[in-house]
């Protein structure tokens, strides 16, 4: 159960992830673009690790 919270927990984080880089495409925001593309990527990778992959 605490695996599957952490996983749905982690997922929203990557979801609002991607509404920070639609605004940040939005407003020409570079800087705010690739922080929200490396938080993005981290969420994913962290999902990954608890999954279990290497």
Request: proline share 0%.
């Given at each position: ?32 673009l ?19 992959g290497?």
């Open positions: 159960m605490r695996l599957k919270s952490e996983v749905v927990g982690l997922l929203g984080f990557t979801l609002s992830g991607f509404f920070f880089i639609a605004s940040a495409i939005q407003s020409g925001d570079s800087l705010a690739a922080g929200s593309g490396l938080w993005v990527v981290s969420c994913l990778v962290w999902i990954g690790a608890l999954m279990g290497d």
